[in-house]
């Protein structure tokens, strides 16, 4: 008994045919298309078998299927990897393309109150549930786009409390699924409003990291963004 199988697949898209895991260079160019294609998903959810219709056909001719569906015209592709997300945050900041339309740019912004600065205001005022639900939304929105797997950093916070509900609202809904989460600390996003660089460092370096660390479960990485206005060159050599 398997959990699905989608027959007569129009075309069934794999990343390769020689059992490589991934591709580089060139490589990347070159996908695997079977035409009139099956695919069987096991009880695990997991993919069990794929290729030739006519192949699957008989080599599963005895066996079962929770769901058998016909993908006569249809396509099926691998998931998309999405690896750089910052999906928790509040605060819409639709009004800031009224002023990149007009020329201004996005350092210009930032140093006028929006940008960065602007989101984290919003984000340190919004509730975990809020959060949440916000998360939850844009999840879904991903998923019917294809994205299976993202990789989300916090980074709206910039400061220990805010960046570690960040990471806390990332691993309640993981656990949600479909969509598997990657997460990422991401403390030197920008330099806190009335603060210096130099502090900001030393408020990652001396307190967040290690609290963060306690918790080590919350991050599965950490992160930094760069820029000669925002995070000093020298600083975050420091930080990395």
Same mark, same amino acid.
């Given at each position: ?7 007569n697949l129009s075309q069934l898209v ?96 930032? #140093?006028?109150?929006?940008?960065? !600065?602007? &989101?984290?205001?919003?984000? *340190?005022?919004?509730?975990?549930? %809020? +959060? =949440? ?6 999840? #879904?929105?991903?998923?019917?786009? !294809?994205? &299976?797997?993202?990789?989300? *950093?916090?980074?709206?916070?910039? %400061? +220990? =409390? ?79």
């Open positions: 008994m398997y959990r699905l199988r989608i027959r794999t990343i390769s045919n020689d059992g490589k895991s991934f591709k580089i260079g060139k490589d990347l160019g070159q996908l695997n298309i079977i035409k009139n294609g099956t695919i069987i998903i096991n009880n695990l959810g997991l993919i069990e078998d794929l290729g030739p219709s006519d192949v699957l056909d008989e080599k599963y001719k005895d066996a079962t299927f929770t769901q058998d569906l016909d993908g006569t015209g249809k396509s099926a592709i691998p998931g998309f990897v999405d690896g750089h997300t910052h999906p928790v945050w509040s605060g819409d900041r639709v009004h800031e393309f009224v002023m990149k339309l007009s020329g201004v740019s996005y350092l210009e912004i930032h #140093k006028a109150g929006g940008g960065i !600065g602007f &989101t984290v205001d919003h984000t *340190k005022k919004s509730s975990e549930e %809020e +959060l =949440e639900e916000l998360l939850r939304i844009r999840l #879904k929105r991903m998923l019917r786009q !294809g994205t &299976t797997l993202l990789e989300a *950093k916090s980074g709206y916070g910039l %400061e +220990l =409390e805010t960046e570690v509900k960040m990471l806390k609202v990332l691993h309640k809904v993981a656990k949600e699924g479909p969509v598997e989460i990657v997460s990422t600390y991401l403390g030197a996003h920008s330099v806190p409003k009335g603060s210096t660089s130099a502090a900001a460092t030393n408020d990652i370096v001396a307190n967040q990291i290690p609290r963060i660390k306690v918790s080590i479960t919350l991050s599965d990485s950490k992160d930094q963004m760069m820029d000669t206005s925002r995070c000093h060159i020298l600083l975050t050599s420091f930080v990395l």
